[in-house]
C-alpha cells in the first residue's frame, strides 16, 4: 500500500498526459502568435518553417491602418462595460425584490421573467432589429448593448444568492429605520459581492463574444464591435495570414487577460451557468 | 400560487387570513404591505420594461411575423401556415437540423475527454493543478471569432500546418474546412476543442462534492485508481454528466459563429455544415425572407425552451449554492 508520499507512482504518467492535453489546448494561439509575426511570404512557404527569420510587428500595425480596428475595439470596450453595469444594476435590483419582498403579482411576473430564461436570444433577432430600427438606433453604440442589458440568467443567479441570507439582518435594519432601497444597497448588496463578480466576468465574456447581434444592428464598419470586425478583416484580408492572426490575437487577449486576473470569478460564474445569451 | 387578498374591501371586512408559512423566503413575514410593494414595484420596473420592449414583445412579434410574409416595401400579408408549410417542406431545413444535432453528438465527445482531465486533476498532492486549469479553459474563453481563424489557418489546404504534420506520416494534402465531406468533423473539432475547459470546470465541481472517505474506503480494499474511477467517481457523478449532455445539446442548436467565421460565402461545404441559426440568419438578413425565418426561430425556440426548462429542473439537482 502506497503511504502519502508527495510523489506517487504514476504522477509522472498524470502530468505526461495532462502536459500533453495542455499543449493542444495552446498550440493553436502559439500558431497564431508565431505566423503573426512572420512576413507574408514566410508564412506561405512551404515547407512550413516553425519560427520567423526575423521578428516583425509590421502586421500588428497594418491591422490598425487596413480598418477602423482602434474604433472597433473601444466600441467592443463601451459594449461590453454597458451591458455589465447595466445587468448587475437592474438584475440585481429584481433579484432582490423576487427573493426578500412580498407584492401582488409575483408569481405571474416571475412566470414572465422565466418565460425570457427559457428564449435563446438568438431567435428574438428580427424583432429586436426592428425596435433599434424604429429607435432610430441602427448603427450606433448603444445599438449594440441595449437589449443585452437585461438579463434573466443573471436576475435568477442573484435571485439565489440573495434568498440564501439570514433575515434578521434585515429585521434589524427595518426596526431602526431603514428603507427598501437602504436596506438593499448598504446591507444586502454587498454580502453577495461574489457572486456580482462571477455575474460581472461571464458578462463581459459574453458581450465581447457576442457576433450574430453586432452583426445585424451594425454594419457600419465604425461602428461595429471588434467581434464583427474580425469578420470583415477576413473578406479583406483573405490570404493576408499574418494580418489575420495579428488581429485576431489583439482581439481575443482582453478576455485572455481578464480571464487569468480574475479565474476565480469565472469558475465560480461557469459553473453555476448553463447556456449562453 | 399564493392567493393575496384579491381586494383592499376583503381586509377591511376584517376576514383574517392563514399566515403563510413561506416566511423565511420572502423578505417580511407579514402580507404584502403597501411600502414593501412599492419598492418592489420600483425595484423590478427597470428590467421588466427592458424585457417587455427588448424580449416579451419580441417573443410575441416572432409568433406574428411567422404567419406573415414581407413585402419588398414592408408591407405584410397574411400568409396562414404556409411559412411553417415551407419550413418543414424545404430540404435545408431538415439539413441544417441534421446538420445541428450532429454536432451536438460531436460536441458530446468533449463530455469523456473533459472527466478523464477532471479525474487526472484530482489525484491527490498532483502540483500546478491550477495551471492546467487555467491552460484548458483559455480556449473557451477566447473570441470564437477568433477561434475559427485560426483553426481555418491550421485546417488551410495550401499552407496548413495540419497539413504539414500529416504529411510526416505520408498522409497526403486536403482542403479540410471546404471538403463537404470533412467541413463538418473539421468545424466539430474545433466546437470540441474550444469546449473541453467549460466541462472540466463543471465535472472538477463534481468531483469535489464525492466525499474522500469513499475513496479512502475503497482504497483499503484494494482498489486500484482505474477501479476507483469506475465504481465511484463516474456513478457518483452522474447528475453532473446528464446536466452536461444536455447543457451540450442545447449549446449546439445555438452554433452560429464558428460557422459563420470559417465559412465564407463562397465556400462549397457552406450547405454541409450549416446550422439551424446560420440558415436562419441566411434568410432573415442575407435573402429577405423575415416570415419564413420567423418560423424557422419559432421552431427553434419551442425545443430549446423545452430543453432549457428540462435543464432548469436538473439544475436544483446539482447545483449547490454555498
Redesign the interface.
Known sequence: ?PE?????P??VA??A??SL??L???F??L??LL?ALKTLPE??????TFFPEHINWASFKEVFTAMPYGEMLGNSVVNTVARTAGQL???S??A?????????G??V?FA??L??????????????Y??IQRLGLLNTTPALF??G??S?FG?FLLR??F??LP?EL?EAARIDGA???RI?WSIMLPLIRPALAALAVITA?WS??D??WP??VNTDPAKMP???G??SL??QF?TN?PV??AG??I??LP??V???FL?RH??QG???S???? | ??V?PSTAAAEAEGRIRKPRTKA?????AR??NS???K???A??A???V??L???????I??FG?SFTSFGPFGGNSWLGGDNYARVVRDVTVWRALGNTLLYGVIGLVTLPVSIT?AA??N????R?V?V????????F???????G???N??Y?G??G?LN?MLSWFGVSRHFWASDPSSALWAIGLVLV?QS???YL??FI?GIKAIPQDYYEAA?LDGAG?VRRFFRITLPLLSPSIF?AAV?CV??S??L??LI??MM?PTNPALGSTQSV?SL??QW??QQNN?GA??AL??V??LL??AL??V??RL?KKW?H?A
Open positions: 500500500m502519502r508520499s508527495r510523489v506517487r504514476g504522477s498524470t502530468h498526459l495532462l492535453g495542455a493542444v489546448m495552446v493553436p494561439f500558431w497564431q505566423t508564412a506561405v512557404h512551404v515547407p512550413t444594476v437592474f438584475c435590483l429584481a432582490y425584490a423576487f427573493a426578500r419582498m412580498r407584492f401582488r409575483k408569481n411576473l414572465l421573467f418565460s425570457v430564461l427559457l428564449v435563446p436570444s438568438s431567435l428574438l433577432i428580427l424583432p429586436q426592428d425596435i441595449l437589449p442589458m437585461f434573466a436576475t439565489q444568492f434568498m440564501a433575515r434585515e428603507g427598501p432601497f438593499f465574456m465581447w463574444n457576433l450574430l452583426l445585424v471588434i467581434s464583427a474580425l469578420t477576413e473578406g483573405e495570414y489575420m492572426m485576431s490575437l482581439a481575443s478576455m485572455i481578464l480571464y487569468l479565474q469565472f469558475v461557469i459553473a453555476q448553463g447556456t449562453k445569451g | 400560487m399564493a393575496f423565511g423566503r420572502d423578505g417580511t402580507g404584502p411600502r414593501t410593494q419598492a418592489a414595484y425595484f423590478i427597470p428590467i421588466a427592458g424585457f420592449v427588448f424580449y416579451i414583445w419580441p417573443m412579434q416572432t411575423y482531465v487526472l486533476l489525484r491527490r498532492g498532483l500546478g491550477g492546467y486549469r487555467a491552460l484548458y479553459f483559455i480556449p474563453v477566447t473570441l470564437p471569432v477568433a477561434v481563424l485560426v483553426w489557418w491550421l488551410n495550401n499552407f500546418l504539414e476543442w473541453i475547459g467549460y470546470i463543471i465541481a482504497e485508481p446536466f447543457i442545447i449549446n442548436l445555438q452560429f459563429d459563420y467565421v465564407s441559426v436562419f440568419y432573415a438578413f423575415q425565418a420567423a426561430a419559432f427553434l425556440m430549446t425552451a432549457t426548462y435543464q432548469f439544475q447545483v449554492y
